[in-house]
């Protein structure tokens, strides 16, 4: 669809313009120039910030956020009952988007990033994608404050892996405990 309605940016590979006046910039798990730009964005946005914003939905792209959401939402549709997987849901979405705001504040810095969080807050994208622009005025304000004072959070010494080690955990456990209980089903004759 987008083929029909954006034309593609020159200067980056992986970028569609869409002609729309509302400042939006997303990204959809595809081959082929998966980031959506509009025309609202670029007259909005300076240089500086439409490049942290792609290197956010990069991120997005690179470490295949799409797939740990999907595997989420297919573990909750699976095992509704379980609340860990229901939080799961609700919480993984916010954490991707600070894993993707560190990607970007590294390649690009705070001030550029902030700046387009603060342009990019007064719209929401819709469901499915995912952008720059938060689904809510909530986590707009808890990135923004994150990205401002980086200090302020408590920072554990070992706070990446325990990370990794409670989402395994949390996707894991239930995933190995449905397929035991799939296992002792009795066989058909």
Known sequence: MLDVVARDLVTEPDVRVLEHPLPLIYCLPSRERPIVVTTGALKQL?????????AHERAHL????HLILVLADALRSAIPWLRTLRLAHTTL???????????????HGRAPLIGALQKLAIT???AGA?????????VARLRIARLSNPSA????????PLSWLAIAAALGVPATLATLAVMMLPLPC
Do not use: I, K, M, Y
């Not at 300076?46 to 792609?54: F, N, Q, R, S």
């Open 153 to 160: 959070l408590p920072r554990a010494p070992h706070a990446r």
């Open 62 to 65: 690179q470490q295949q956020h």
């Open 93 to 107: 979405p916010g954490l991707l988007e600070l894993a993707a705001d560190d990607h970007a504040v590294r390649h």
């Open 130 to 138: 995912l952008a720059v622009n938060p689904a809510t005025a909530e």
């Open 46 to 54: 300076e240089p500086a910030e439409v490049e942290a914003v792609l």
């Open 124 to 126: 929401s994208c819709s």
